[in-house]
DNA sequence: TTGAAAGCGCTACCAA
DNA sequence: TTGGTAGCGCTTTCAA
């Protein structure tokens, strides 16, 4: 059987609130006894049950990620960056992959505080911030990544999107496009809604409109959708030249589309997509993209959390860490014949 | 505050006992009791704690997922599919990137016991499987996907590996390759071997051998790794004609590789990969690979798993669950020049 | 059909 | 410095 703090306790020949404390680093243990409990506890192979103790209120040492498709390549990078930083830490992080849909995130939610995570990070859209109210009035603090939840309680990392739809926006533009779309995955993140405006933005201060035929968005399955979406966009005779993806999923559906429709790629139409997944530098033609620095985020995040973690809610931190992307140019964009 | 068991016995008028009956659909509760008992605990919002119930010895309705790296999309659609399944059970998973290190995996595995976890699935490789001794004098089941442990306590579900490597290989040789290398991700996973052993029985068939300086294989990042080894390999005058990658990761390493030395695929060169990840699909030329059903090992995987969570240890399967690759054909082989 | 009470392993407070 | 002990929220006999 698995040894308990009694059994050290006995072998020690003490009381178990001595070995307690020596575990925990606390109270004032003579440098003998600390050693000789060591000692022990070693022997036994002891090891304290995490849940004994968070059932006391101590902390579980566990996070939750909650992603909309570990699939998909930027959320699996994500995870990845998360999990490392965690374990770094000392702590575990259970993964959620909520397709987007409320009914799962508010499954999940109550899943991990049945389990009593500290800490939560967020890189799923949410409609509902309804659903984090039982997490607030825990106290458990929540980080968003790569979008922001309408909610003043989570804190939110970054990378500027405005910035991110503008530079595609001004890439395009520079090379002589002046018929840009964009193909968004849902207008419910925040996210995706910030690149559009940076790309209107952009064509506004170079005299040109984004018409709302020209901007297109929705659907779960990303690579068919991005594909469906070009397939639409592409139809009428006054056509887009360059297609400006919100992820690189979405731009190899786009990729395909044009596949399909005989366009080259990217004399007849340039694409730009948005994460600089492994997926960008791997496609025919290399996709043109607008890096996230998605390991940076991921390790901020967590920090941040950890760091949150410890404090009083009152005295919880409220600040943005927003992260500026940069624009990788590969082989997809080129100028309009 | 949050609702306990005790509010709701006070509120109810009943004892704890007979509500934790209720939650538990135990014991001989009258209908009246029962529905009011569930009224109230609607009304109170009260969600029993997993980690009170753990402490008693229930089950904690957690899983542990091992693998190397989640952002290797092989894994990360490994772990939606096993996520998912979990999910739908009402299970939740820990997923941990090991990075193919023992001393990552040992701090995981002593996480995830002292978080006790109900079972375990173990994607990744293991050379030492004492440390896995633990988790089975617990009674904790282990299966582990796409490839074996030397444990006898874990069941395997997995692809039959020979045969892929025999799929493409067979598929080279039809096409005229006889010069034919292999790229290995490590000879310390279980299927890595068994893929070569393919290779090598459908040579060997074919009257040919596979040289010992055609076997490659090492390293961590796979996608550079795949393209180091590939360049040693296309470095002598004899060099092969097609490089069969076991996985498709290490395929587009080769695919950089060629395309630096500017060999064309699949002209000068065939290249064929493994697992028929979304990657496959993207790069240029497109991969020649064999399918790996990632979803449906990763269901079947968890279904096994909880399956045998019932059962008493004694009674457990021992079965090895393996599945056929097929072999999926896109642009990057074709006969030699 | 229901309830009382003894744990599960650990923490934290108060005494000694 | 150390130990006693009351919980934490729930499950599970055993009695009533």
Redesign the pocket.
């Given at each position: 059987?698995?040894a308990?703090?009694?059994d050290?306790?006995r072998e020690a020949?003490?009381?178990?609130?001595?070995?307690?404390?020596v575990?925990?680093g606390?109270?004032?243990?003579?440098?003998?006894?600390?050693n000789e409990i060591f000692g022990i506890m070693a022997r036994l192979d002891?090891?304290?049950?995490v849940?004994?103790?968070a059932?006391?209120?101590?902390k579980t040492y566990t996070l939750g990620l909650l992603v909309p498709d570990i699939s998909n390549p930027f959320f699996a990078e994500m995870a990845r960056a998360v999990e490392d930083q965690a374990h770094h830490a000392g702590y575990s992080v259970v993964i959620c992959s909520t397709h987007n849909e409320d009914e799962r995130i508010e499954r999940y939610l109550m899943l991990l505080q049945q389990k009593s995570i500290d800490g939560l990070i967020i890189g799923t859209g949410m409609d509902n911030n309804d659903l984090l109210t039982p997490l607030v009035s825990k106290d458990i603090p929540i980080v968003s990544i790569a979008r922001e939840t309408r909610s003043p309680h989570t804190l939110p990392v970054l990378v500027n999107d405005y910035a991110g739809g503008r530079l595609a926006a001004r890439h395009l533009l520079e090379q002589g496009h002046t018929r840009i779309a964009v193909i968004a995955e849902s207008l419910k993140v925040s996210s995706s809604r910030e690149r559009i405006r940076g790309v209107r933005e952009a064509l506004h201060e170079a005299g040109l409109e984004l018409p709302d035929a020209f901007v297109s968005a929705g659907g779960h399955d990303l690579l068919s959708e991005g594909k469906r979406q070009a397939l639409a966009l592409l139809q009428p005779a006054e056509r887009p030249t360059a297609l400006f993806c919100c992820n690189d999923l979405l731009a190899i559906g786009a990729l395909q589309a044009a596949k399909e429709l005989i366009l080259r790629v990217p004399e007849e139409l340039s694409i730009v997509g948005f994460d600089n997944t492994i997926l960008a530098s791997v496609t025919d033609p290399p996709l043109t993209t607008i890096a996230q620095p998605i390991e940076e985020m991921g390790k901020l995040a967590v920090d941040l959390l950890i760091s949150e973690l410890g404090k009083a809610a009152k005295k919880r931190t409220h600040e943005r860490t927003v992260i500026e992307p940069e624009l990788v140019v590969r082989s997809s964009t080129a100028a309009p014949q």
């Open positions: 059987m698995k308990t703090i009694y050290v306790a020949g003490v009381s178990i609130a001595t070995v307690s404390q575990i925990n606390k109270g004032k243990i003579s440098e003998e006894r600390r002891y090891r304290p049950s849940i004994a103790a059932l006391t209120g101590k």
